[in-house]
């Protein structure tokens, strides 16, 4: 449950981001680009978005925030992740027999639009995450540039839960390798088999 008010956690967060630490683009406008274009459902382009500024009085052009964004620390944005992680309360949840943490993994599939990447073969991003829901939390996320198939990347989202928790996957993960390593390592897991598949 969130403890604060959205505006007032936004608020928070920006405060203690420098504001004269680069001439043109400071941190702090920096962060408030990105929230502004990733939180406003009226802006269909970064373009639309620099008009806008641009409007109201702020001097910045976006290919300043292009180049900011291939030379920028990404950490802030991490950062500020953990930031909103803290926000949380850590409810504890009642475990599977009080012992066993029940974890869904699930991937998304992300379309990629930008040519460069095209060029570069990947036309698509997949992310893998995590849930615990003893804790509320998330354990781990990965992402994967490409086609390959989720059950290729089970065992790094596997090996990353806690000792006791119970992985459940879908069919996507259902690889027979992958499953067999997971029962020689005694990693307890659920995952819904193809529909071709017989069980001895």
């Not at 683009?25 to 382009?45: F, H, I, K, P, Q």
């Amino acid at each position: 449950m969130i403890i604060n008010t959205f505006p007032k956690i936004v608020k928070d967060i920006l405060k203690s981001l420098p504001k004269n630490d680069y001439p043109v683009l400071n941190t702090r406008l920096y962060v408030e680009c990105w929230l502004g274009y990733a939180l406003d459902n009226s802006l269909t382009s970064m373009r639309d978005l620099f008009k806008r500024l641009n409007n109201t009085g702020i001097d910045v052009i976006i290919s300043t925030f292009s180049k900011a964004n291939t030379h920028r620390n990404q950490e802030i944005f991490q950062n500020i992740y953990d930031q909103l992680n803290q926000l949380v309360q850590k409810k504890a949840y009642k475990k599977l027999h009080n012992k066993y943490a029940i974890c869904p993994i699930d991937s998304t599939i992300i379309t990629l639009t930008s040519k460069l990447l095209w060029v570069l073969g990947y036309h698509q991003v997949k992310l893998f995450s995590s849930l615990n829901l003893s804790t509320g939390s998330p354990e781990d996320n990965l992402i994967n540039f490409g086609h390959n198939h989720d059950y290729k990347f089970g065992s790094s989202m596997m090996y990353n839960l806690p000792q006791d928790a119970v992985g459940v996957m879908d069919r996507g993960f259902a690889g027979l390798n992958f499953m067999q390593e997971l029962v020689q390592k005694d990693k307890y897991f659920v995952v819904r088999i193809k529909n071709n598949w017989k069980l001895e």
